[in-house]
Protein backbone atom coordinates (compact mmCIF):
# COMPACT_ATOMS: atom_id res chain seq x y z
CA UNK A 1 0.00 0.00 0.00
CA UNK A 2 2.88 2.38 1.00
CA UNK A 3 5.31 1.81 -2.07
CA UNK A 4 1.82 1.90 -4.17
CA UNK A 5 0.79 5.35 -3.04
CA UNK A 6 4.13 7.13 -2.05
CA UNK A 7 6.49 5.85 -3.86
CA UNK A 8 9.81 6.64 -3.00
CA UNK A 9 13.69 6.17 -4.45
CA UNK A 10 13.68 5.42 -0.61
CA UNK A 11 12.12 5.18 3.11
CA UNK A 12 12.68 6.31 7.06
CA UNK A 13 10.11 4.52 8.97
CA UNK A 14 10.15 6.37 11.98
CA UNK A 15 8.55 4.40 15.06
CA UNK A 16 9.24 4.20 19.51
CA UNK A 17 9.76 2.12 21.32
CA UNK A 18 6.47 0.08 21.98
CA UNK A 19 5.55 0.29 18.68
CA UNK A 20 8.67 -0.52 16.73
CA UNK A 21 9.65 -4.16 17.47
CA UNK A 22 5.22 -4.96 17.27
CA UNK A 23 4.86 -3.36 14.35
CA UNK A 24 7.28 -0.86 12.81
CA UNK A 25 9.96 -4.06 11.70
CA UNK A 26 7.78 -5.84 10.00
CA UNK A 27 6.91 -2.89 7.82
CA UNK A 28 10.44 -2.12 6.87
CA UNK A 29 11.12 -4.90 5.89
CA UNK A 30 8.05 -5.30 3.83
CA UNK A 31 8.79 -1.88 2.76
CA UNK A 32 12.79 -2.91 1.70
CA UNK A 33 11.38 -4.91 -1.16
CA UNK A 34 10.39 -1.92 -3.03
CA UNK A 35 13.31 0.38 -1.82
CA UNK A 36 16.07 1.11 0.39
CA UNK A 37 14.39 1.31 3.82
CA UNK A 38 15.96 2.28 7.84
CA UNK A 39 13.98 2.43 10.82
CA UNK A 40 14.43 4.55 13.34
CA UNK A 41 13.07 4.75 16.18
CA UNK A 42 12.97 6.61 19.84
CA UNK A 43 11.79 6.17 23.67
CA UNK A 44 7.93 5.69 23.82
CA UNK A 45 5.86 8.71 25.85
CA UNK A 46 4.80 12.14 25.15
CA UNK A 47 8.12 13.50 27.78
CA UNK A 48 10.48 12.41 24.47
CA UNK A 49 7.83 14.91 22.05
CA UNK A 50 10.66 16.99 21.93
CA UNK A 51 13.58 19.37 20.32
CA UNK A 52 15.97 16.40 20.93
CA UNK A 53 14.16 13.74 19.28
CA UNK A 54 13.57 15.76 16.17
CA UNK A 55 17.04 16.90 16.04
CA UNK A 56 18.27 13.16 16.62
CA UNK A 57 16.19 12.19 13.67
CA UNK A 58 16.62 14.59 11.47
CA UNK A 59 20.55 14.18 11.97
CA UNK A 60 20.10 10.57 11.80
CA UNK A 61 18.17 11.30 8.44
CA UNK A 62 21.30 13.49 7.00
CA UNK A 63 24.08 10.85 8.03
CA UNK A 64 21.96 8.33 5.83
CA UNK A 65 21.75 10.85 2.87
CA UNK A 66 18.18 10.60 2.43
CA UNK A 67 17.39 12.46 -0.43
CA UNK A 68 14.43 14.50 -2.00
CA UNK A 69 12.79 12.12 -3.28
CA UNK A 70 12.32 10.03 -0.15
CA UNK A 71 9.93 9.42 2.37
CA UNK A 72 9.21 9.44 5.75
CA UNK A 73 6.92 6.74 7.44
CA UNK A 74 5.54 7.45 10.73
CA UNK A 75 4.15 4.34 12.41
CA UNK A 76 2.68 4.50 15.95
CA UNK A 77 0.53 7.16 18.26
CA UNK A 78 0.31 10.66 17.97
CA UNK A 79 3.56 11.38 19.43
CA UNK A 80 5.26 9.41 16.81
CA UNK A 81 2.98 10.78 14.03
CA UNK A 82 3.15 14.84 15.32
CA UNK A 83 6.93 14.03 15.35
CA UNK A 84 7.87 11.85 12.30
CA UNK A 85 5.29 14.65 10.52
CA UNK A 86 7.85 17.46 12.03
CA UNK A 87 10.44 15.70 10.55
CA UNK A 88 9.18 15.29 7.00
CA UNK A 89 7.68 19.08 7.17
CA UNK A 90 11.39 20.49 8.14
CA UNK A 91 14.15 18.05 6.49
CA UNK A 92 15.37 19.34 3.52
CA UNK A 93 12.51 21.97 3.65
CA UNK A 94 9.76 19.33 3.68
CA UNK A 95 9.91 16.09 2.47
CA UNK A 96 6.57 13.44 2.02
CA UNK A 97 5.18 11.42 4.48
CA UNK A 98 2.59 8.71 4.78
CA UNK A 99 1.16 7.95 8.45
CA UNK A 100 0.01 4.46 9.83
CA UNK A 101 -1.12 5.27 13.04
CA UNK A 102 -1.28 3.03 15.90
CA UNK A 103 -3.42 4.03 18.26
CA UNK A 104 -7.22 4.84 18.09
CA UNK A 105 -6.84 8.63 18.90
CA UNK A 106 -3.89 8.61 16.15
CA UNK A 107 -6.29 7.41 13.89
CA UNK A 108 -9.40 9.06 13.90
CA UNK A 109 -7.41 12.68 14.88
CA UNK A 110 -3.72 13.13 15.33
CA UNK A 111 -3.14 11.69 11.79
CA UNK A 112 -6.05 13.73 10.08
CA UNK A 113 -5.41 17.39 9.56
CA UNK A 114 -1.64 17.98 8.47
CA UNK A 115 -0.82 19.40 12.52
CA UNK A 116 2.95 18.35 13.45
CA UNK A 117 4.91 19.24 15.92
CA UNK A 118 6.41 19.06 19.27
CA UNK A 119 6.36 19.82 23.47
CA UNK A 120 8.47 22.71 24.95
CA UNK A 121 9.07 23.01 28.49
CA UNK A 122 6.59 26.40 28.15
CA UNK A 123 4.08 24.15 26.81
CA UNK A 124 2.72 21.61 24.44
CA UNK A 125 2.39 21.62 20.88
CA UNK A 126 3.80 25.19 20.67
CA UNK A 127 6.67 24.26 17.81
CA UNK A 128 5.10 23.23 14.60
CA UNK A 129 3.72 23.12 10.98
CA UNK A 130 1.47 22.12 8.35
CA UNK A 131 2.25 19.42 6.58
CA UNK A 132 -0.39 17.41 5.13
CA UNK A 133 0.64 13.17 4.58
CA UNK A 134 0.77 12.03 1.44
CA UNK A 135 -1.35 8.87 2.48
CA UNK A 136 -2.64 7.81 5.43
CA UNK A 137 -2.88 3.86 6.40
CA UNK A 138 -5.07 2.61 9.57
CA UNK A 139 -4.88 -0.73 10.19
CA UNK A 140 -7.28 -1.49 12.90
CA UNK A 141 -5.55 -4.86 13.89
CA UNK A 142 -3.24 -3.11 15.52
CA UNK A 143 -5.70 -2.02 17.77
CA UNK A 144 -5.91 -5.39 19.40
CA UNK A 145 -2.27 -4.56 21.91
CA UNK A 146 -3.30 -1.25 22.56
CA UNK A 147 -3.95 -0.65 26.34
CA UNK A 148 -7.65 -0.28 27.58
CA UNK A 149 -7.22 3.30 28.70
CA UNK A 150 -5.28 4.08 25.58
CA UNK A 151 -8.35 2.72 23.79
CA UNK A 152 -11.22 4.52 25.88
CA UNK A 153 -9.04 7.90 25.61
CA UNK A 154 -9.60 7.92 21.58
CA UNK A 155 -13.19 6.90 22.02
CA UNK A 156 -13.85 10.49 23.84
CA UNK A 157 -12.89 12.09 20.93
CA UNK A 158 -14.87 9.86 18.47
CA UNK A 159 -17.41 11.07 20.96
CA UNK A 160 -16.62 14.20 20.29
CA UNK A 161 -16.87 14.35 16.78
CA UNK A 162 -20.48 13.04 17.27
CA UNK A 163 -20.95 15.78 19.92
CA UNK A 164 -20.30 18.50 17.11
CA UNK A 165 -21.68 16.75 13.88
CA UNK A 166 -24.27 13.90 13.93
CA UNK A 167 -26.04 13.12 17.38
CA UNK A 168 -26.88 9.54 15.85
CA UNK A 169 -23.30 9.07 16.01
CA UNK A 170 -23.08 9.40 19.64
CA UNK A 171 -26.40 7.19 19.84
CA UNK A 172 -23.96 4.53 17.86
CA UNK A 173 -21.28 4.49 19.78
CA UNK A 174 -22.93 4.25 22.81
CA UNK A 175 -25.39 1.02 21.12
CA UNK A 176 -21.85 -0.49 19.90
CA UNK A 177 -19.97 0.37 23.23
CA UNK A 178 -19.48 -3.59 24.23
CA UNK A 179 -17.97 -4.46 20.73
CA UNK A 180 -15.95 -1.58 20.63
CA UNK A 181 -14.14 -2.27 24.21
CA UNK A 182 -13.87 -5.82 22.81
CA UNK A 183 -11.96 -4.16 19.40
CA UNK A 184 -14.34 -6.01 17.35
CA UNK A 185 -12.74 -5.28 14.13
CA UNK A 186 -15.93 -3.90 12.11
CA UNK A 187 -16.98 -2.05 15.09
CA UNK A 188 -13.14 -0.54 14.67
CA UNK A 189 -13.56 0.24 11.30
CA UNK A 190 -17.08 1.80 11.29
CA UNK A 191 -15.71 4.07 14.32
CA UNK A 192 -12.81 5.07 12.21
CA UNK A 193 -14.46 5.29 9.35
CA UNK A 194 -17.12 8.09 10.76
CA UNK A 195 -14.90 9.75 12.52
CA UNK A 196 -12.10 10.40 9.91
CA UNK A 197 -15.23 11.55 7.59
CA UNK A 198 -16.52 14.21 10.09
CA UNK A 199 -12.74 15.44 11.08
CA UNK A 200 -11.42 15.58 7.21
CA UNK A 201 -14.65 17.27 6.55
CA UNK A 202 -13.95 20.44 9.35
CA UNK A 203 -10.30 20.29 7.95
CA UNK A 204 -10.69 20.53 4.57
CA UNK A 205 -13.10 23.32 5.27
CA UNK A 206 -10.58 25.58 7.23
CA UNK A 207 -7.23 23.74 6.88
CA UNK A 208 -5.24 26.58 8.81
CA UNK A 209 -7.65 27.23 11.24
CA UNK A 210 -8.59 30.57 10.65
CA UNK A 211 -12.40 29.55 12.07
CA UNK A 212 -14.64 27.02 11.79
CA UNK A 213 -11.37 24.01 12.93
CA UNK A 214 -12.60 25.67 16.26
CA UNK A 215 -15.59 23.40 16.27
CA UNK A 216 -12.91 20.56 17.01
CA UNK A 217 -12.03 22.32 20.21
CA UNK A 218 -15.18 21.21 21.94
CA UNK A 219 -14.21 20.24 25.15
CA UNK A 220 -10.57 21.03 24.86
CA UNK A 221 -10.72 24.30 26.53
CA UNK A 222 -11.58 22.90 29.85
CA UNK A 223 -9.91 19.73 28.87
CA UNK A 224 -6.38 20.79 28.26
CA UNK A 225 -6.45 22.87 31.71
CA UNK A 226 -7.55 19.41 33.52
CA UNK A 227 -4.73 17.87 31.73
CA UNK A 228 -2.04 20.47 32.55
CA UNK A 229 -3.56 20.69 36.45
CA UNK A 230 -3.51 16.91 36.69
CA UNK A 231 0.18 17.40 36.13
CA UNK A 232 -0.32 15.22 32.70
CA UNK A 233 -1.55 12.11 35.18
CA UNK A 234 -4.72 12.08 33.01
CA UNK A 235 -4.71 11.09 29.58
CA UNK A 236 -5.41 13.86 26.69
CA UNK A 237 -8.81 11.60 25.97
CA UNK A 238 -9.76 11.24 29.41
CA UNK A 239 -9.33 15.25 29.96
CA UNK A 240 -11.67 15.65 26.56
CA UNK A 241 -14.13 13.37 28.45
CA UNK A 242 -14.32 15.73 31.51
CA UNK A 243 -14.32 19.07 29.87
CA UNK A 244 -16.79 18.11 27.02
CA UNK A 245 -19.29 17.45 30.30
CA UNK A 246 -17.76 20.72 31.71
CA UNK A 247 -18.27 22.90 28.77
CA UNK A 248 -21.96 21.33 28.17
CA UNK A 249 -22.71 22.06 31.66
CA UNK A 250 -21.46 25.73 31.22
CA UNK A 251 -23.41 26.42 27.80
CA UNK A 252 -26.71 25.29 29.01
CA UNK A 253 -25.71 27.65 32.09
CA UNK A 254 -25.60 30.56 29.51
CA UNK A 255 -28.77 29.52 27.90
CA UNK A 256 -27.13 28.54 24.64
CA UNK A 257 -26.54 24.35 24.72
CA UNK A 258 -29.57 22.45 25.16
CA UNK A 259 -30.68 21.10 28.64
CA UNK A 260 -29.95 18.07 29.26
CA UNK A 261 -26.59 17.76 26.65
CA UNK A 262 -23.97 17.04 29.20
CA UNK A 263 -26.19 14.45 30.80
CA UNK A 264 -26.24 12.36 27.27
CA UNK A 265 -22.54 12.90 27.08
CA UNK A 266 -21.85 12.01 30.26
CA UNK A 267 -23.64 8.66 30.00
CA UNK A 268 -21.86 7.77 27.38
CA UNK A 269 -18.61 8.80 28.26
CA UNK A 270 -19.30 6.42 31.26
CA UNK A 271 -19.66 3.06 29.35
CA UNK A 272 -16.04 3.56 28.59
CA UNK A 273 -14.98 4.19 32.08
CA UNK A 274 -14.19 7.91 31.23
CA UNK A 275 -13.66 10.75 34.20
CA UNK A 276 -17.33 13.05 33.51
CA UNK A 277 -16.62 14.48 37.09
CA UNK A 278 -13.78 16.76 38.75
CA UNK A 279 -11.70 14.98 41.39
CA UNK A 280 -13.11 16.72 44.58
CA UNK A 281 -9.35 17.69 45.94
CA UNK A 282 -9.77 19.98 42.75
CA UNK A 283 -10.51 23.09 43.13
CA UNK A 284 -12.40 25.17 39.90
CA UNK A 285 -9.63 27.60 41.00
CA UNK A 286 -6.55 25.36 40.01
CA UNK A 287 -8.25 24.93 36.63
CA UNK A 288 -9.61 28.27 36.05
CA UNK A 289 -5.67 29.39 36.21
CA UNK A 290 -4.13 26.70 33.91
CA UNK A 291 -7.14 27.98 31.62
CA UNK A 292 -6.06 31.45 31.72
CA UNK A 293 -2.85 29.57 30.10
CA UNK A 294 -4.54 28.45 27.15
CA UNK A 295 -2.54 29.56 24.38
CA UNK A 296 -5.86 29.86 22.35
CA UNK A 297 -7.41 32.66 24.49
CA UNK A 298 -7.87 35.80 22.73
CA UNK A 299 -7.23 39.54 24.41
CA UNK A 300 -6.80 38.04 27.71
CA UNK A 301 -10.64 36.05 27.75
CA UNK A 302 -11.87 32.84 27.98
CA UNK A 303 -13.16 31.40 24.47
CA UNK A 304 -15.00 27.76 24.11
CA UNK A 305 -16.47 25.94 21.85
CA UNK A 306 -19.81 25.28 22.66
CA UNK A 307 -22.58 23.09 21.49
CA UNK A 308 -26.46 24.40 20.81
CA UNK A 309 -27.29 20.75 21.05
CA UNK A 310 -25.93 17.20 20.65
CA UNK A 311 -24.56 16.89 16.96
CA UNK A 312 -24.16 20.91 16.29
CA UNK A 313 -22.13 23.47 17.41
CA UNK A 314 -23.31 26.92 18.39
CA UNK A 315 -21.88 29.70 15.89
CA UNK A 316 -21.26 32.63 17.80
CA UNK A 317 -21.93 34.72 14.43
CA UNK A 318 -19.73 36.65 12.33
CA UNK A 319 -17.92 33.41 11.03
CA UNK A 320 -16.72 33.07 14.86
CA UNK A 321 -17.06 29.48 16.05
CA UNK A 322 -15.95 30.18 19.88
CA UNK A 323 -17.61 32.00 22.33
CA UNK A 324 -16.05 34.66 25.21
CA UNK A 325 -17.35 33.27 28.67
CA UNK A 326 -16.60 35.07 31.95
CA UNK A 327 -14.71 33.18 34.26
CA UNK A 328 -17.80 33.01 37.19
CA UNK A 329 -19.44 31.20 34.87
CA UNK A 330 -16.55 28.64 34.10
CA UNK A 331 -16.30 28.78 37.79
CA UNK A 332 -19.71 27.68 38.39
CA UNK A 333 -20.03 25.07 35.69
CA UNK A 334 -16.34 23.50 37.17
CA UNK A 335 -17.70 23.54 41.17
CA UNK A 336 -18.20 19.92 42.81
CA UNK A 337 -21.92 18.57 42.50
CA UNK A 338 -23.01 21.15 39.41
N1 LIG B 1 -1.62 16.50 15.20
C1 LIG B 1 -2.82 16.55 15.70
O1 LIG B 1 -3.75 17.05 15.08
C2 LIG B 1 -3.08 15.92 17.04
C3 LIG B 1 -4.39 15.72 17.46
C4 LIG B 1 -4.60 15.09 18.67
C5 LIG B 1 -3.51 14.68 19.44
N2 LIG B 1 -2.25 14.91 19.00
C6 LIG B 1 -1.08 14.47 19.78
O2 LIG B 1 -1.11 13.06 19.88
C7 LIG B 1 -0.39 12.68 21.04
C8 LIG B 1 -1.17 11.59 21.75
O3 LIG B 1 -1.29 10.47 20.89
P1 LIG B 1 -1.59 9.01 21.45
O4 LIG B 1 -2.72 9.07 22.39
O5 LIG B 1 -1.67 8.12 20.29
O6 LIG B 1 -0.31 8.73 22.38
P2 LIG B 1 1.08 7.99 22.13
O7 LIG B 1 1.60 8.18 20.78
O8 LIG B 1 1.96 8.39 23.27
O9 LIG B 1 0.68 6.45 22.30
C9 LIG B 1 0.26 5.99 23.55
C10 LIG B 1 1.09 4.78 24.03
O10 LIG B 1 0.63 3.62 23.35
C11 LIG B 1 1.71 2.96 22.71
N3 LIG B 1 1.14 2.34 21.52
C12 LIG B 1 0.84 2.93 20.34
N4 LIG B 1 0.23 2.06 19.53
C13 LIG B 1 0.14 0.89 20.19
C14 LIG B 1 -0.42 -0.39 19.87
N5 LIG B 1 -1.05 -0.60 18.72
N6 LIG B 1 -0.32 -1.37 20.80
C15 LIG B 1 0.29 -1.14 22.01
N7 LIG B 1 0.79 0.06 22.37
C16 LIG B 1 0.72 1.05 21.46
C17 LIG B 1 2.72 4.03 22.47
O11 LIG B 1 4.03 3.49 22.36
C18 LIG B 1 2.58 4.89 23.72
O12 LIG B 1 3.29 4.33 24.78
C19 LIG B 1 -0.20 13.93 21.87
O13 LIG B 1 1.15 14.32 21.78
C20 LIG B 1 -1.09 14.95 21.19
O14 LIG B 1 -0.58 16.27 21.31
C21 LIG B 1 -2.02 15.52 17.81
ZN1 LIG C 1 -8.02 16.28 21.44
Redesign the pocket.
Known amino acids: MVSEFCPAASYAVIS????GP??AERLTQALSAAAPCRLLTFP???GH?TRETWSNLIDQLLEAELGRDGAIVAV???????VA?FVAATYLRGIRYVQV???L??MI?????G???I?TEIG??LVGAFHQPTLVVADVA??????IK?LA??VA?AVKHGAIADADYVTSISANAREILARNPAAMADLVRRSVEIKAGVVAADEHEQGQRAVLNFGHTVGHAVEAASGYEL???EAVALGMVVEAALGSTLGITKAGTAGALESVLQQFDLPTQLPEAWSAERILQAMRHDKKNRAGSIRVTLLHSLGEVANSGAGEWTHAVDEAAVHHALSPGF
Open positions: DSTVRYAGEKGGGVVGDGPTTLADSSIGKTGDKNTLASLPQAGELHG
